[in-house]
T-cell receptor, first 112, second 109 residues
Framework: SQTIHQWPATLVQPVGSPLSLECTVEGTSNPNLYWYRQAAGRGLQLLFYSVGIGQISSEVPQNLSASRPQDRQFILSSKKLLLSDSGFYLC???????????FGPGTRLTVT | GEDVEQSLFLSVREGDSSVINCTYT??????LYWYKQEPGAGLQLLTY?????DMKQDQRLTVLLNKKDKHLSLRIADTQTGDSAIYFCAETDNNDMRFGAGTRLTVKP
């Protein structure tokens, strides 16, 4: 069966520091991968998605970036965090041609 | 752009039925989904319905779709305290998936 992992589970970082969040998927090949951000009490905002290695699409302009160095690995990064980057970051995957997205457990990021 | 709207809060008594409503604007939606999010956790896919269906039942969950009015609902029968969570409606046109802001369901004993 398929499993999706995210780490770390929680992170507290000062403003201006770098960020690296990792997401990996097991049990499937060539998944579509997604990064979402959920602000407190809000819905989900799609940040990035990827349909293959090295292929990244960005939905909103921001100081975040994403990379997909391997088929089942998706990384969210920032060179300098802002206070407004605080939130709950969710990674999700979908089988190519499938209709269901499955979510990881999320990373709670607090920028202080 | 396309929107998905949900009411933010719903409170019911244990044992009653809960009905969570959602409206969307994208007429090219192909699948519609209900996700459940418990505190501090990711989203769990509960159920989904293809846009050419009008009802889907899965144990205590019933999904109703009115495609003409672009209205989706989730009915939870015999609601339990463990059903307390945030419920997200989502839809896709096979490209992007769009989510509502979530309905916080509180179940009172």
């Amino acid at each position: 069966s398929q499993t999706i992992h995210q780490w770390p589970a929680t992170l507290v970082q000062p403003v201006g520091s770098p960020l690296s969040l990792e997401c990996t998927v097991e049990g499937t090949s060539n998944p579509n991968l997604y990064w979402y951000r959920q602000a407190a009490g809000r819905g989900l905002q799609l940040l990035f998605y990827s349909v293959g290695i090295g292929q990244i699409s960005s939905e909103v302009p921001q100081n975040l970036s994403a990379s997909r160095p391997q088929d089942r690995q998706f990384i969210l990064s920032s060179k300098k965090l802002l206070l407004s980057d605080s939130g709950f970051y969710l990674c999700a995957w979908k089988a190519g041609g499938g209709y269901e997205q499955y979510f990881g457990p999320g990373t709670r990021l607090t920028v202080t | 752009g396309e929107d998905v709207e949900q009411s933010l809060f719903l409170s019911v008594r244990e044992g009653d039925s809960s009905v969570i409503n959602c409206t969307y604007t994208d007429s090219s939606s192909t699948y519609l989904y209900w996700y459940k999010q418990e505190p501090g956790a990711g989203l769990q896919l509960l159920t989904y319905i293809f846009s050419n269906m009008d009802m889907k039942q899965d144990q205590r969950l019933t999904v109703l779709l009115n495609k003409k009015d672009k209205h989706l609902s989730l009915r939870i029968a015999d609601t339990q305290t463990g059903d307390s969570a945030i419920y997200f409606c989502a839809e896709t046109d096979n490209n992007d998936m769009r989510f509502g802001a979530g309905t916080r369901l509180t179940v009172k004993p």
